[in-house]
């Protein structure tokens, strides 16, 4: 990944992330669908916002200061780590009524395509996969109303 000029390498997985070589305990979490995400890097907590610029390029806004990340390779690793949830497992951003059920269990869905559609407050929100693979546990129906954070879908 590279940020103006600086380069770095970035890992994450399920158990640990490093940047250039040295673990940091870092975690991304996405709060909803328009590009905000809380960095939490050992006890300080800033609030991103991320911007896609194109293929694996992203405007990322730190409070008011601006870089250009490039991603060079992804693991597809986009759900949040939040402990007791697996990445892959999508939980509803808002609590809401569910309008619409795209998926079954057992469909091939890539990374973009719209899994449920919600409504709240006469506002609809679109839930798109964060990564491509195969539903394996589908948790509502059209009528339902998850409240905020329960278990949507979940992928193999």
Do not use: C, W
Not at 48 to 65: D, M, P
Not at 94 to 114: F, Q, R, T
């Amino acid at each position: 990944m590279s940020i103006g000029q600086k380069e770095y390498k970035v890992e994450i997985s399920e158990n640990v992330s490093r940047i250039n070589g040295e673990e940091v305990k870092a975690v991304l979490t996405k709060l909803g669908e328009r590009g905000l995400y809380l960095l939490k890097l050992g006890s300080r907590k800033r609030e991103l916002h991320v911007h896609s610029q194109g293929k694996n390029q992203y405007v990322v806004n730190n409070n008011g200061r601006f870089a250009l990340a490039r991603v060079e390779k992804s693991t597809g690793l986009k759900a949040s780590r939040i402990p007791g949830k697996r990445v892959g497992d999508i939980s509803a951003p808002i609590s809401g009524l569910v309008i619409s059920v795209n998926i079954k269990v057992g469909d091939l869905v890539s990374e973009g395509d719209v899994l449920v559609v919600m409504e709240s407050m006469k506002m609809q929100m679109m839930i798109k996969s964060p990564v491509s693979g195969k539903v394996s546990h589908l948790n509502v129906i059209p009528g339902s109303q998850p409240a905020k954070g329960e278990l949507l879908v979940r992928f193999e």
